[in-house]
Every structure is written in C-alpha cells, then in structure tokens.
C-alpha cells in the first residue's frame, strides 16, 4: 500500500513536470528514473535509480500497471520527432516500443481500468487534433474513442466508463466522458 502511494506520488511528480515543460514548443530531453523508496522510522529515503529511457531525446508521461509490474511512457527514441508509447517490465528490466504509428504521436498512456486497452492521446504530425485513442496491450488495433472530441490535452480514468479530460487550445475546458453511452459534459 505504501509503495502504491509512492508510485502515484512519482507519477504525479512527473505528470505535473510535463504540464509544465508541454508549454514548449519543442519537445524537451528529458529521461525517467526508477527508484526503490523504503521506510524507515525518519520517514521515506529513495535509492537504488534504474534509468528508464529510450535515446537521448523525450521520454516522459510514465504510468504504472495496477499490477506494478510495467510503466508505460512515451518517447521519441534515439531521434527527435514523434513519440511512440514504451513498455517497461520491471521484473524482466527491459523496454518494449509498442506502438509505431506514422506520422502520429501519441502522449499520455494509461491502462484502462478494465485493464484490456491501452489509452492515449494521438496527434497527427502538423495538425491540431488531439484524439482520445485505444489500443490493445500489446500496442495494436487503436481506434478513436470519442471521434467528435479533437482536443483532448490530459485525461484520467475515473470508472471504467467515465474519463475527466482537460481540453485545449484555449478557452481551456473541463469536461467528463462516458464512453459508452458517448455523453459528454463541461465542468
């Protein structure tokens, strides 16, 4: 439980890092790091770092599996350009590309809380939609989820049929999904 709150404190560390750096026009060189965080009667140290990056270039948006067994991540491997979404298994200690989309970049990978597909937001190389996309596990099959929604910035499951997403450009919005029965509201 406490290395559950440790993970999605990290996640949410780096979530909140790529908020800020997603600003810039250019993708930044950024890199991941996996770290043992143990308990001690002082509170929590971390050690060990593992670096978990493909390249020199974008590695960023990590999630876990509920399992704890792989984070997922996107980069744009050992070039700049458009990223893919990577597997990392940590018992193994290797890294899978799983999508290879072209002309695509997809951002923000999750695992759907039914834990069947892999979400994220694909965006067409020199273009504005930003589309809500699900894949199978193993990276293939993707199909748009909401295709009437093109400007989904970051989204998190809430349910295993209710999404919260924040959606740009400006005016920002809030608004709830439901994928199902595809309804849609503002906050």
């Not at 458009?82 to 002309?103: E, S, V």
Request: aromatic share 12%.
């Amino acid at each position: 439980m406490k290395q559950a709150l440790a993970m999605k404190i990290i996640t949410t560390f780096c979530f909140l890092m790529s908020l800020a750096i997603g600003c810039l026009a250019q993708l930044p060189k950024t890199e991941i790091y996996l770290f043992d965080i143990k308990e001690s009667i002082t509170g929590y140290t971390i050690d060990n770092p593992k670096k978990i990056t493909v390249g020199n270039n974008y590695n960023n948006q990590p999630h876990f599996s509920r399992d704890g067994r792989y984070l997922y991540f996107v980069s744009n491997g050992k070039k700049a350009g458009k990223t893919d979404i990577y597997r990392y298994d940590i018992l193994k200690k290797r890294t899978k590309r799983l999508t290879k989309t072209k002309n695509q970049s997809e951002y923000s990978p999750k695992i759907s809380p039914d834990q069947k597909r892999l979400t994220c937001v694909r965006v067409p190389q020199d273009s504005t939609i930003q589309n809500l996309y699900a894949y199978n596990l193993k990276g293939k099959k993707g199909k748009v989820l909401f295709p009437d929604n093109t400007t989904f910035g970051y989204y998190t499951w809430l349910t295993q049929i209710d999404i919260l997403s924040f959606h740009v450009p400006e005016p920002f919005t809030l608004m709830r999904h439901q994928s199902i029965r595809k309804i849609h509201d503002t906050i």
